[in-house]
């Protein structure tokens, strides 16, 4: 069953079947990996009930965050066995004065919770970059807007975006839209994915799944990954276990964050 099946009506199944919604694209030869946003803000800094966590960080998705934590690193630990590409995104520090922070000002905003060791916008540990990834930092919701994302996918002639992230809803969502914007194949991995709504998130995944994206498992996702040569991107990007000064994607890193 899928996650969105409690949440659409028999009347909306028959009008997609009959459109013909939802037809499968597949997964490319070249695929990268999408981090979306999976930062302490989002999940909290330790696993807790969302009401819990959310009394806290006021953004957190809670257990269900911390569910597709364990999801994202399996992920992370098949794709960096082929030496993928791995990308991650993370909001900006704001200024004091908020400038940047565009229509994010209308949002209800709240002080920055104070736990010692944790910073909102760090990717949290469990599934940290390495040497070898890059890291974007945003101000609004897809990963393409106003980064190097875009012109590194094409660098790379990536075919297949794996995405997974937070929030389902936002911007996994945006995200998702200006890759197919650009022409970009995109698989979202359902247990890689969340939200603070239940309901948004279920929806969200069958809307992209309908036209923009392939929603897929990780099962699926992995034994896709376990198909594909050891370095697909050899002599773009390095290896794994090579030194990280060998990464051309390494070196852009620090320009680009």
């Known amino acids: 069953m899928a996650v969105w099946d409690p949440f659409i009506t028999e009347r909306d199944r028959a009008v997609y079947a009959t459109s013909g919604y939802g037809a499968t694209r597949g997964f490319g030869s070249r695929p990268a990996v999408l981090v979306i946003d999976v930062n302490y803000d989002f999940v909290g800094h330790e696993p807790a009930p969302i009401l819990e966590s959310a009394a806290l960080w006021r953004n957190s998705c809670g257990e269900e965050g911390w569910e597709g934590v364990a999801a994202i690193k399996t992920l992370l630990d098949a794709a960096r066995a082929h030496s993928l590409p791995i990308f991650y995104t993370t909001g900006e520090e704001p200024r004091p004065d908020g400038l940047g922070r565009g229509l994010w000002r209308t949002s209800r905003a709240g002080e920055k919770p104070h736990v010692p060791g944790f910073v909102g916008t760090d990717i949290v540990r469990e599934i940290a970059p390495q040497e070898r990834d890059v ?67 279920a929806i969200n995944l069958f809307d992209m799944n309908a036209k923009y994206a392939d929603v897929v498992s990780l099962d699926t996702t992995l034994d896709y990954v376990a198909t594909l040569p050891d370095e697909v991107f050899a002599g773009q990007i390095a290896p794994a276990e090579s030194p990280a000064a060998e990464s051309p994607v390494a070196e852009l890193a620090g320009a680009l964050t």
Do not use: W, Y
């Open 135 to 201: 890291l974007f930092r945003k101000s609004k919701p897809s990963a393409f807007f106003g980064t190097g994302l875009l012109a590194l996918l094409m660098e790379l002639e990536v075919d297949t975006l794996l995405v997974v992230g937070t929030t389902t809803s936002g911007c996994v969502r945006a995200s998702v839209l200006d890759a197919f914007n650009h022409n970009i194949n995109v698989a979202v991995v359902e247990e890689g994915c969340f939200d603070r709504g239940q309901a948004s998130h």
